[in-house]
């Protein structure tokens, strides 16, 4: 159904609009065009939050398990068609927001490397004027790369080569919409609908979840021939708790491989394919691990090794502050613990003093802190 305040093209219009058939092209009213004929703020962000809906519908996921015919025939173009309608939402905020009558941006063109990191940090720095013309322009030129990737996707012969190239447009598509629609909400001080996420923020949720899995699969240690069985329905049942959790999407897509081939291989040997003979059981469970532990090569992560560090040298200069006042016992301060919460997952002795923060004071604190500290440092 259209939004309120939005009619969609007749077909001529859409043809002679050079919008494709597949694209149902949504035009705004009088109450989305100022006096001038140009697209309100209000209006462009409402095609960024349809795009942005139209995108967190289309699950790469549901194809994981699925045939590359159906990949190449389903996903693809759709994949495609979203794509396409997305870079004409962006290029109507450009021509609102880049040109003479619009926002003038600057004339810097994005950094090289990660576009994801470069979008977080556009978004939490600068001029808010001129954040609308350089996100859009930024995600322009990504988006276009993307597409020339896409149009040559269908040919492709690895069905999960396939797939990492349809989930990166998908999460760039997600990622540029969020974050314009934020600066044009900021600029127009309008609220903004959709809700952007930093990149270091999601990394801290799936590494704290990443080890949780591990210790679910650790258990109380390698499992011997009698408790295989129960070892390995439980891990079955961790690894689709892991794939159904809302940031699956986001994580990467050789991770995603490997856990839907462990998740295959636990089906056959849970099904008694091979008689559930515990020897082969144990090997499975020992590539569990394997898979499991590495996952924690996350906290390798750039915007997560800045995250951390800053977390602990606020916490530490917060904490000798306390002790030298009130003792090396005095008990840490709630907000201080909330905020040592960011560091969840990056080691078990972090996460051990998180789960009993009545019993632990400064002193304890202080210790590790200064004990994480010196480890980050050496992963510079």
């Not at 609009?17 to 462009?44: F, N």
């Not at 609220?191 to 679910?216: D, I, N, P």
Request: with cysteine; proline share 3%; aromatic share 4%.
């Amino acid at each position: 159904m259209p939004r309120r305040g939005a009619r969609l093209r007749t077909p001529n219009e859409r043809e002679s609009a050079g919008v494709g058939p597949m694209i149902m092209a949504i035009d705004t009213v009088e109450t989305g065009v100022d006096a001038g004929g140009a697209l309100s703020p209000g209006a462009l962000a409402d095609g960024l939050v349809e795009i942005a809906e139209l995108a967190a519908q289309l699950e790469v996921r549901s194809f994981e398990e699925r045939d590359l015919e159906a990949i190449r025939e389903e996903l693809v173009p759709a994949v495609r068609d979203l794509v396409e309608r997305g870079l004409q939402a962006i290029d109507r905020i450009l021509a609102a927001y880049d040109s003479p009558g619009g926002r003038r941006s600057r004339d810097d063109e994005p950094e090289e490397g990660n576009f994801y990191v470069t979008i977080d940090r556009v978004v939490g720095d600068g001029d808010r004027s001129t954040h609308v013309a350089d996100l859009a322009f930024m995600a322009r030129m990504e988006l276009r790369d993307k597409v020339s990737k896409l149009r040559g996707a269908d040919k492709g012969s690895d069905p999960w080569r396939v797939l990492a190239v349809c989930d990166g447009c998908i999460r760039r598509l997600r990622k540029a919409a969020a974050a314009v629609e934020t600066a044009i909400a900021d600029d127009a001080g309008i609220e903004a609908r959709l809700q952007f996420v930093t990149e270091a923020h999601l990394a801290q949720v799936v590494r704290a979840y990443y080890a949780r899995f591990r210790r679910e699969i650790e258990g109380e240690g390698s499992p011997s021939p009698g408790t295989i069985h129960g070892r390995l329905l439980s891990a079955a049942a961790s690894i689709a708790k892991l794939i159904g959790r809302d940031f699956y999407g986001d994580l990467r897509v050789s991770d995603r491989a490997e856990l839907r081939s462990l998740q295959g291989r636990l089906r056959l040997w849970l099904r008694g394919e091979d008689g559930h003979d515990p020897a082969s059981g144990q090997r499975l469970w020992q590539d569990l691990h394997g898979f499991a532990v590495l996952l924690a090569q996350i906290n390798r992560r750039s915007e997560l090794l800045e995250h951390d560090q800053a977390i602990v040298r606020e916490a530490l200069a917060e904490l000798d502050a306390l002790a030298a006042v009130g003792g090396a016992q005095i008990e840490v301060p709630s907000g201080l613990l909330g905020r040592l919460q960011r560091l969840k997952g990056r080691n078990d002795r972090i996460d051990r003093l998180l789960a009993e923060p009545i019993t632990c004071g400064a002193e304890l604190w202080i210790t590790e802190l200064r004990s994480l500290g010196e480890a980050l440092s050496e992963l510079e």
